[in-house]
């Protein structure tokens, strides 16, 4: 899924022929990214050195887990290892809990997007000057960016934030309640919202009691203001809660499944969900884009590739063909496979 819209090469570049080819590629390309272990690809002339030699405009991305100027640039990294050691881990799970991580594989995913900034930030800059550049990108640097806040306040005060779940350390009530038939997430941001909390709630006593009133208070008296709230969102179901909430014009949500996710009528009329016809698996769905541009929309012409689904087809546009192409097939410098496929 992560591949549509792309067209795929396979190459054996510890050959000379594959090596060649891709430098072939990088002789007239706009970026490169890879992330292989560091000296891996110099072993083969394809290091950024080597190909600014050929293209000085290369725009050259590398991803690792610890970055290339790095003590532990030769360790392997792993989306879950970089969790932990970037502090992300320990700061997720209930209160009272064990440490746990994010459920998809946040690193891996921080790193893509911040690779793209680089990217288009490098492109721009090279519309001004003409040159390319190196990119060092670092899971480890992206997992410790989004500390945010509490990397920021440890370094202000000096205090290590602990785990919360789904309550806020500064915000009551803002957090996971169970209801009759599931869980529902409310955040209260401010004075005016807990009346009208209290209010939808049918909790004036609540709302009159004066450890509540404001949110400082309703934070030093937090384990006495839960429990309350706790067991009277218990008595209702999901649906009613949120339709109270709602209609008081608070921010309120249900916890949902992915399957209650990706078939809801708001997730669908944003085009989240895209349909291709795939040359091996047949009709199938994916994730849409969340990137919706007017001029410049997000194009679902191709479906995630086989592996080696263009190797000719992209050598082609690069000249390779006759003999040169026969060789390449018996050598074993590249794989192919004929296919096509078309989006719905």
């Keep these: 899924s992560c591949n549509r819209g792309k067209r795929s090469i396979a190459l054996d570049f510890s ?6 080819l891709v430098r072939d590629l990088a002789r007239d390309a706009d970026v490169l990214v890879e992330n292989y272990r560091p000296g891996t690809l110099a072993r083969y002339g394809l290091d950024h050195a080597a190909l600014r030699a050929i293209n000085p405009r290369l725009i050259y991305c590398s991803i690792s887990g610890y970055g290339r100027i790095s003590s532990l640039a030769k360790r392997a990294g792993y989306d879950s290892v970089i969790q932990a050691e970037g502090g992300l881990i320990s700061i997720c799970g209930e209160r009272d809990g064990p440490p746990v991580k994010v459920g998809v594989s946040i690193a891996d995913l921080l790193s893509g ?32 960016a989004v500390l945010a806040n509490l990397g920021a306040g440890y370094l202000i005060d000096g205090r290590n934030p602990g785990r919360w779940g789904t309550e806020h350390p500064n915000l009551v009530p803002c957090q996971a309640f169970p209801v009759k038939d599931g869980e529902i997430v409310l955040v209260i941001g401010n004075d005016r919202q807990f009346s009208a909390l209290c209010a939808a709630m049918a909790l004036p006593e609540i709302a009159d009691d004066p450890r509540y009133r404001t949110n400082r208070d309703r934070v030093l008296n937090r384990d006495t203001l839960l429990p309350l709230l706790k067991q009277a969102f218990a008595k209702h179901s999901r649906a009613d809660w949120l339709a109270r909430l709602h209609d008081a014009g608070l921010p309120a949500g249900a916890i949902r499944s992915v399957s209650e996710v990706l078939s809801a009528t708001e997730v669908r009329e944003r085009d989240m969900v895209v349909r291709f016809e795939h040359i091996s698996a047949g009709e199938i769905e994916l994730v849409g884009s969340p990137l919706k541009l007017t001029g410049t929309p997000v194009r679902y012409d191709r479906p995630p590739p086989i592996l080696g689904e263009h190797t000719h087809e992209v050598l082609a546009e690069l000249g390779v063909a006759g003999e040169r192409l026969s060789r390449l097939v018996s050598e074993g410098a590249i794989a192919a496979q004929s296919a096509t496929a078309a989006v719905t």
Excluded at 15 to 20: F, N, S, V
Excluded at 128 to 142: H, K, M, V
Aim: proline fraction near 0%.
């Design 113 to 144: 997007m911040n690779a793209v900034q680089a990217i288009l930030a490098a492109l721009i800059a090279r519309g001004r000057t003409g040159e390319g550049q190196f990119i060092d990108i670092s899971l480890l640097d992206g997992v410790v």
């Design 15 to 20: 050959m000379a022929a594959g090596a060649e």
